[in-house]
């Protein structure tokens, strides 16, 4: 039988039922076979019928015909289908769309529409639709990514991964926010994914070391547009193994990458390990032994001098009340002349120079912690207050500005110490290990150790001279931290300059000190430095003496008795008696600002402290 024989005995059967009571056909779900008896020139019965619309009617989609004779008549004329009727889901995400912005329909991806069958999540299909227009991003399918997606692997990233299939939104412009976010945000979606990492023979070194550095760090605190992301360094479509002479991280081609931020990048500077792992000793020694070496700093600092603390805080406390029993008792003689009489400890350039120190410390503690737990909600609610990373970066600036300025007059002072002063007598080695120095000597030993018997109530507390060992390490301390963590710091804070004759490594080493450094700064000045200056039960709650530089002639005696004893042999007491005490105003400003920076430094010490609890990272 020929088809046009075919199509007159359709025809004769339709209009026969054209000849039925009117309107008995209206609003009625027409035959598909009804509708290809006329349209299977464009449509062939069997395709249309294997689609994922083959089980629908036609006017399931083409709502608009409602009277077939009216439309064989051409009276209905076929208007667009509405998709959203079935599709609402993919609708909503579409009609939010870059796509649906550009007037880009569902018919326009969506071509083969009566043959249309299920993608069963086949990323090559996805990646066929979306290169007929994108042809741009055609360099997609020569890369890693893309070759293997062809290959069958339904792991590797396709387009929707990155982009979605329907909810797909407008990067924005170049730099901004969303557009920095995503180079980072799509990378790690997949490559955190421990599971589908290892089924692919893919370590997941990179994530982590990324969120690690500098960079991911800021990613993490909500300020991805301020560092670079994975798309930056490995390209958004072209990505390919390191060693393909096309990667962008290619030896080759590192260099010129690097230069896209960093302009005066230089082969040296390309040496820096991007995602270098500080605890592996195998691919990264170097990275692993300045780890390990700054964690025993950091642990056997802190063990020793907190064991020094608690010691000390129980001992304190079981003296006080020795003392206040035997005042009570009446049997404690506490007669000293002019017992309240100030005298001179600091004078006005050591306050400043104080003042200076206490104000750089919490600048540089305020805004360097933030970065170092920058998991935590305090940390990025921290950053927020101060405007984002790039102004906590000024304000660290700030701080390391006030720090070499403290440091520079220290070394002036120093100098002036060994080999100007009038007053102090001997030549400059004499003055080194002298009574009036910061310099540690054989005096310090005993001094030790007599602490030490005292703590455990074998002996009586010890007498100090001018300076105690515990005084003479936080002095002694600060050119370690110059050295450590102010010479690590200049290299991050002037990459390119270092980056000119140094390896792109030492930046790697340079992070782990600077970091490192700053946590053992920080942990041990606001527990154990708060703790010998303010905290321990003589002192509790603060000793003024570094914001007016006076002492009281019975706290001299009491504490650095020895001192006094010298001060009276030579004859030199009076020179030292103030003449007034500092004024109320003066006072209280001072104190004001002196509990200010004390409830700051416990405050970022809890905070220290909770985060550690929660397991935050390097």
């Not at 490995?234 to 390919?240: C, F, G, K, P």
């Not at 009446?330 to 309240?340: F, L, S």
């Not at 310099?439 to 002996?459: A, E, S, T």
Request: proline share 3%; net charge positive.
């Amino acid at each position: 039988m020929s088809s046009n024989l075919f199509k007159f005995i359709i025809l004769m059967f339709l209009a026969a039922a054209w000849a039925l009571p009117a309107h008995a056909e209206q609003g009625m779900a027409i035959d598909p076979a009804t509708c290809l008896g006329c349209h299977s020139n464009k449509i062939a019965i069997r395709d249309f019928a294997a689609s994922v619309h083959g089980k629908n009617g036609c006017n399931s989609c083409h709502v608009d015909i409602t009277d077939l004779l009216k439309h064989m008549k051409g009276e209905i004329k076929v208007q667009k289908v509405q998709c959203e009727r079935c599709h609402k889901k993919q609708t909503s995400e579409h009609y939010a769309s870059i796509h649906a912005e550009k007037g880009v329909t569902c018919a326009d991806c969506h071509t083969d529409i009566h043959t249309h069958t299920y993608w069963k999540n086949d990323k090559r299909i996805a990646v066929a639709k979306c290169i007929q227009c994108h042809d741009k991003e055609a360099v997609y399918q020569k890369s890693i990514h893309g070759m293997a997606v062809a290959a069958g692997n339904m792991d590797s990233a396709a387009c929707p991964d990155c982009h979605n299939l329907h909810a797909i939104k407008a990067l924005g412009p170049k730099g901004s926010y969303k557009e920095r976010e995503f180079h980072t945000k799509v990378c790690m979606k997949c490559h955190s994914d421990q599971k589908m990492m290892a089924r692919n023979n893919v370590t997941t070194v990179a994530v982590k070391s990324y969120m690690e550095s500098y960079h991911g760090k800021n990613y993490r605190l909500g300020f991805p547009d301020k560092v670079a992301g994975c798309a930056d360094c490995h390209t958004a479509h072209s990505v390919l193994p390191k060693s393909d002479p096309q990667s962008s991280v290619n030896p080759a081609n590192i260099v010129k990458q690097c230069a896209q931020c960093h302009a005066k990048a230089t082969p040296l500077f390309a040496k820096f390990y991007a995602h270098g792992e500080m605890t592996d000793r195998e691919k990264y020694p170097i990275l692993f032994y300045t780890f390990v070496a700054m964690t025993g700093l950091l642990l056997s600092t802190f063990a020793v001098f907190w064991v020094h603390t608690l010691l000390w805080m129980f001992r304190g406390f079981v003296e006080n009340r020795e003392k206040a029993d035997k005042l009570a008792a009446g049997t404690h003689q506490h007669v000293i002349p002019d017992a309240h009489k100030q005298y001179r400890r600091f004078n006005r350039l050591h306050i400043f120079m104080h003042i200076l120190v206490i104000s750089s410390f919490l600048l540089l503690s305020l805004t360097g912690l933030p970065l170092k737990f920058c998991t935590q909600a305090w940390a990025v609610e921290l950053m927020k207050v101060y405007g984002g990373s790039a102004n906590a970066g000024v304000l660290h600036r700030i701080g390391a500005g006030i720090t070499f300025v403290y440091f520079g007059l220290a070394i002036i002072m120093s100098i002036n110490f060994l080999f100007i002063r009038k007053d102090i007598k001997g030549n400059p080695l004499q003055r080194l290990f002298g009574p009036d120095s910061l310099c540690f000597n054989l005096r310090d030993i005993k001094d030790v150790y007599c602490m030490v018997r005292w703590f455990f109530f074998k002996g009586q507390k010890p007498t100090f001279e001018r300076w105690t060992y515990w005084e003479k390490f936080d002095f002694v301390a600060v050119f370690w931290g110059m050295f450590a963590i102010g010479g690590s710091g200049l290299m991050l804070w002037f990459p390119e300059f270092f980056g000119q004759f140094l390896p792109g490594w030492a930046f790697n080493v340079a992070t782990i000190v600077h970091s490192d450094e700053a946590l053992l700064a920080t942990g041990f000045i606001f527990s154990v430095h708060f703790f010998n200056t303010h905290g321990r039960p003589e002192k509790f709650p603060m000793d003024f003496v570094i914001f007016n530089g006076q002492i009281a002639k019975e706290e001299m005696i009491e504490e650095r008795g020895d001192q006094w004893k010298r001060y009276e042999e030579q004859g030199i007491t009076e020179q030292f008696a103030c003449k007034k005490t500092s004024g109320v105003v003066y006072d209280f400003l001072v104190k004001g600002f002196g509990f200010t920076a004390l409830f700051i430094g416990i405050s970022l010490l809890l905070l220290m402290i909770l985060a550690f609890m929660g397991g935050a990272g390097h």
